[in-house]
């Protein structure tokens, strides 16, 4: 009889470790609702704000013009490293007098 009762105490224990797991993630769930709800109409907003300042042919063309700079930009930094940082450097190594080769 004690058998059972201990393993209905261990049993009541997990379930009510359950409960406040399932609790504290119902929480984390409508917190994050609540914080992409917010980030969706802030998006919605901004996509409105920019439809109407492009919405002339001479705003549209800067728009484009600024975009094609930064992505040409960012292509350039990205390549970079790998055209020009491309050389690796030989570091003496710590365990005697064995050189490795290490990106610098």
């Known amino acids: 009889m004690?058998?059972?009762?201990?393993?209905?105490?261990?049993?009541?224990n997990i379930t009510i470790d359950m409960h406040?797991?399932?609790?504290?993630?119902?929480r984390l769930l409508d917190?994050?609702?609540?914080?992409?709800g917010g980030l969706g109409?802030?998006?919605?907003?901004s996509y409105s704000r920019m439809n109407r300042m492009i919405s002339t042919r001479h705003k549209r063309?800067?728009?484009?013009?600024?975009t094609i700079i930064v992505v040409v930009f960012?292509?350039?930094y990205y390549f970079s490293g790998y055209l020009f940082g491309s050389s690796a450097k030989t570091v003496p190594s710590s365990e005697g007098s064995a050189e490795r080769e290490h990106e610098i």
Not at 2 to 12: I, P, R, V, Y
Not at 41 to 45: A, K, L
Not at 61 to 66: E, S
Request: charge should be negative; hydrophobic fraction near 35%.
């Open 74 to 76: 960012f292509f350039f």
């Open 41 to 45: 109409q802030t998006m919605r907003q």
């Open 31 to 36: 917190e994050s609702n609540q914080a992409f």
């Open 61 to 66: 063309q800067l728009c484009y013009y600024v």
């Open 2 to 12: 004690n058998e059972l009762g201990s393993k209905l105490s261990a049993l009541k």
């Open 20 to 26: 406040q797991e399932v609790s504290a993630q119902d």
